[in-house]
């Protein structure tokens, strides 16, 4: 089974809306909030959540040195094949989290992450020429399955070492 983390922030996870923007890193052991729908797709592909880690969105860019050390020992202890940042839709300060996570997954860790996010993210221009980024809805519901879907395989196709195809195919902002 391929072994995937998920970076979620407070209210993707569940954990809570405004309140909690200030909640620090925290993993646990398989699928949470959103995660429990992408499960069922990556299940289909050979794969399962393993872990997640959940974090505010204004702890980790106030404190973004810290929170990012302190994820990657996270993730280096769930021993992940691969790890996907969202899906942060267009909650703006949750994109920009996915992107510099993802960014310093594969650069210190060299595991193989990406982010998803909608267009209009802030998340999506800053980083699209740096890692990949699926494209989602801005919000849930419409177009939510099919983007999960799109993550599920692309995930699969990381952790395998596949070659990346055209954006069109794969579901992925153009890094150019």
Do not use: W
Request: aromatic letters at 8%; hydrophobic letters at 40%.
């Amino acid at each position: 089974m391929i072994r995937v983390v998920q970076f979620l922030n407070q209210v993707q996870s569940g954990f809570g809306s405004d309140e909690r923007m200030d909640m620090e890193p925290q993993a646990q052991d398989g699928a949470a909030g959103l995660g429990m729908l992408l499960r069922a797709s990556l299940v289909k592909n050979g794969a399962g959540i393993v872990g997640t880690i959940i974090c505010g969105d204004n702890y980790f860019l106030e404190n973004k040195e810290k929170a990012v050390e302190n994820i990657l020992k996270m993730i280096k202890d769930f021993d992940a094949d691969v790890v996907i940042c969202g899906p942060a839709f267009n909650y703006k300060r949750y994109g920009e989290c996915c992107g510099y996570l993802a960014e310093a997954i594969e650069e210190r860790l060299k595991i193989p992450a990406f982010a998803a996010m909608s267009k209009e993210s802030t998340g999506t221009e800053l980083f699209r020429k740096k890692v990949y980024i699926i494209e989602t809805p801005n919000r849930g519901g419409a177009g939510l399955n099919s983007s999960l879907r799109k993550i599920s395989s692309f995930a699969v196709k990381l952790a395998k070492g596949e070659p990346i195809s055209s954006p069109e195919e794969d579901g992925y902002f153009p890094r150019d």
